[in-house]
C-alpha cells in the first residue's frame, strides 16, 4: 500500500532535499580543478601544480629524501639537512618559526618558497608585486653563484622579497623585485624563491628549473632532505590526510543524511505510549451502571440474588458454615451470637430467598432487601470496612 507522508514531512524532505542540492553545487564549485596550476606543491600531488615529480627526480638522483610529517621541533639533527618548504598553507604558531631558528643555527639548510614560507623563516619579510608583472615569466641572473649556473629560469611569482629586511644575496630579480635571495642564520642557510613554479609537476619541464632545483639542494653526497608535508595538512590522524580533499564535503553531506534520517525516525518510530485516560470504573460509576443495567431489564430480582449469594457467602466463612446455608440454617447460627437482636433477621433472608424467584419483584422492595442485607454485613462485622466502621 502506497506510504501518504503528512504536510510537515512533506516540507522537511524538501527543505533536506534543497540543503543537499547547495552542498553538491558548493562541493562542484570548491573541488580543486586538474591541472589549473594553484594547487598546493606537495611531493603527494600529480596535479600540475603538485610536486610529486620533484620528489620522484630526487630519489632517482641518489639524493636522500622522505616525507616530513611532524612539527619542526621534531626534525634531527640538523647538520647536512635540507628541509624544502615548498608553499606551506597549514596554520602555524610560533613555536614553529623558533624551531626552524634553531634548525638553521645548527647547521640545516631551509629550501623555502612563497609568501608563506618567508612568515616562518628569521627575518622574512615580503611584498606583493605589481599584478602587472605577475604571472610566467622569464628571470635571469642577477650575479655569478652556485644557484645561477642554471641560467635562465622561469617563475610564477606574486610576492618579492623586501629588499630593506635581514642582509641577504639576491640571485634572480626583475628590476628591483628580488626573486631568488639567499642568507646565513647561524651554521646553516636559508634559500628563498618568490614561487615554487621550478619544482612543480608543470614548472619543472621548463628549461633551466630543474637544474637549478638541484643547485638549490645541493650535493646528493653530503645533503639529506626532508620535503615537509606538516604544513600542507599532513598531520598525524586520519582527518590530516582528508581535509585537503573532497572527502570532507562528502562527511559534510553525510552528517545531514544522518541527522534527517535520526529527525523523520524519532518523528514516526519512536515508541507508541498509551495516552493516560482516567479510570471509567470508580466506584459511583460502577454502580450506576449496574443499577442502569438492571432498570432496563426489569431484573430487580437480579440484584437481591447478588447481594444475596455474596452475604451467605461471608457470613458461612466467618461461622464456619458449609457452601451455600439456607436461611433457616444463618438465622439458627446468628441466634447463638451475642449481643445481636435483630428481630428481621430470619423474616429477612427467607424474603430474600422468595424474591429471587419472583419476577414481578418491584424495585423498590429489591432496594430495601439489598440495604438490609448491607445493614446485617455492617453489624455482624462481615467484612474489614464494616469492622473500621462498626469502631
Not at 29 to 37: I, T
Amino acid at each position: 500500500m502506497p506510504v501518504v507522508l503528512a504536510s510537515a514531512d512533506r516540507k522537511l524532505l524538501l527543505i533536506l532535499g534543497v540543503v543537499v542540492l547547495v552542498l553538491l553545487l558548493a562541493l562542484a564549485m570548491l573541488q580543486p580543478q586538474q591541472d589549473n596550476g594553484v594547487s598546493i606543491p606537495s611531493s603527494y600531488s600529480a596535479e600540475s601544480g603538485g610536486a610529486k615529480a620533484a620528489y620522484l627526480l630526487l630519489k632517482t638522483a641518489g639524493y636522500r629524501v622522505e616525507r616530513w610529517e611532524d612539527p619542526p621541533r621534531q626534525l634531527p639533527d640538523p647538520a647536512g639537512a635540507v628541509l624544502i618548504l615548498a608553499d606551506p598553507r597549514w596554520q602555524r604558531d610560533p613555536e614553529d618559526k623558533m624551531a626552524l631558528q634553531r634548525f638553521l643555527a645548527k647547521g640545516g639548510r631551509v629550501l623555502a618558497t612563497g609568501m608563506g614560507a618567508a612568515s616562518l623563516l628569521p627575518e622574512g619579510h615580503t611584498q606583493m608585486s605589481d599584478p602587472t608583472k605577475a604571472g610566467w615569466g622569464k628571470y635571469q641572473p642577477a650575479i655569478p653563484s652556485a644557484l645561477t649556473r642554471a641560467g635562465e629560469i622561469t617563475m610564477a611569482p606574486w610576492v618579492h622579497w623586501d629588499n630593506g629586511s635581514f642582509a641577504h644575496v639576491v640571485h634572480y630579480a626583475r628590476g628591483e623585485d628580488a626573486v631568488v635571495v639567499s642568507y646565513r642564520v647561524g651554521k646553516g642557510d636559508v634559500i628563498w624563491w618568490a614561487a615554487s613554479t621550478p619544482l612543480t609537476n608543470a614548472g619543472i619541464r621548463e628549461a633551466g628549473n630543474m637544474e637549478f632545483f638541484l643547485n638549490s639542494v645541493g650535493d646528493p653526497t653530503q645533503r639529506r632532505i626532508y620535503w615537509d608535508e606538516y604544513f600542507h595538512g599532513a598531520r598525524p590522524g586520519p582527518w590530516s590526510y582528508a581535509s585537503d580533499t573532497p572527502l570532507r564535503w562528502a562527511l559534510v553531506q553525510l552528517g545531514i543524511f544522518f541527522l534527517a534520517v535520526m529527525l523523520t525516525f524519532s518523528r514516526r518510530s519512536g515508541p507508541v505510549r498509551p495516552l493516560v485516560q482516567p479510570s471509567r470504573l470508580s466506584p459511583l460509576e460502577f454502580v450506576e451502571t449496574l443499577g442502569g443495567l438492571y432498570h432496563s431489564a426489569h431484573a430487580a430480582q437480579v440484584a437481591v440474588e447478588v447481594s444475596y449469594q455474596r452475604f451467605q457467602y461471608l457470613l458461612g466463612k466467618r461461622l464456619g458454615m458449609p457452601a451455600h446455608p439456607s436461611a433457616a440454617d444463618m438465622a439458627r447460627a446468628v441466634e447463638h451470637r451475642p449481643r445481636y437482636d435483630r428481630q428481621d433477621f430470619a423474616a429477612t433472608l427467607a424474603r430474600c430467598e422468595t424474591a429471587i424467584g419472583d419476577p414481578d419483584l418491584r424495585e423498590k422492595e429489591a432496594v430495601q432487601l439489598v440495604q438490609a442485607l448491607n445493614d446485617f454485613c455492617r453489624d455482624l462485622q462481615l467484612t474489614p470496612r464494616a469492622v473500621q466502621e462498626k469502631n
